[in-house]
């Protein structure tokens, strides 16, 4: 399971509905369960498609503090497999075989590219929205363990008392989004080497 974090005004229904526009057409099927705080979105090739192989992927998606977690489980791909494996044994015996599996041949390809599509549709939703894998401004709050204010992100002292605010400062992976403790070279979500 891939996940990655959002912050910023999003829902998860705003997500669903976007996958649901961009996946529910074709040789594929989409739909969502759930309610507000956790939606489900299944992606799976129609049953009696007319070519490629079975597919399927679901996408979770949780509301969070400012923001959604989305998570992508790994990509059904056997029948793809199987697919592509009829096309190549088809084209062996006789290259003319080929021409009669033109279209499943782009199908399986298609279906193959469908989690990275997914993540291309859910970045281009957030950039509509506004949302990133930064940290929100509204989260961009660093609060003073004496008196309690809040400060912004980056303060070396409390701006109200002046005691230091130290590794307190939050950030977040450049690339899924995570917050990231002070110190830690590696995020512990997706494996990235992270800059100091
Ligand atoms: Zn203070
Ligand atoms: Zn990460």
């Not at 791909?77 to 080929?98: D, E, H, K, Q, Y």
């Not at 899924?176 to 100091?196: M, T």
């Amino acid at each position: 399971m891939e996940q990655r974090i959002l912050h910023g005004n999003l829902t998860p229904h705003d997500i669903a509905q976007a996958l649901i526009a961009r996946f529910n057409r074709g040789n594929l099927r989409a739909q969502q369960i759930g309610d507000e705080e956790q939606v489900i979105v299944q992606i799976a090739t129609r049953h009696g498609a007319s070519s490629g192989g079975q597919t399927a992927t679901t996408i979770t998606l949780q509301a969070v503090e400012d923001g959604i977690s989305v998570g992508m489980g790994k990509q059904e791909w056997l029948g793809v497999a199987a697919s592509l494996g009829a096309t190549a044994i088809a084209a062996m015996r006789n290259p003319f075989n080929l021409l009669g599996r033109l279209d499943d041949l782009a199908q399986d390809i298609e279906n193959l590219q469908i989690n990275q599509q997914v993540w291309e549709t859910i970045t281009h939703v957030a950039q509509i929205k506004g949302a990133t894998y930064e940290l929100s401004e509204r989260l961009r709050r660093v609060v003073c363990e004496y008196c309690l204010a809040a400060n912004p992100v980056g303060e070396a002292n409390c701006i109200a008392c002046g005691a230091p605010l130290g590794l307190a400062q939050p950030r977040t992976c450049p690339r899924c989004g995570f917050v990231i403790k002070a110190g830690e070279g590696v995020c512990p979500n997706c494996r990235r080497a992270l800059p100091f």
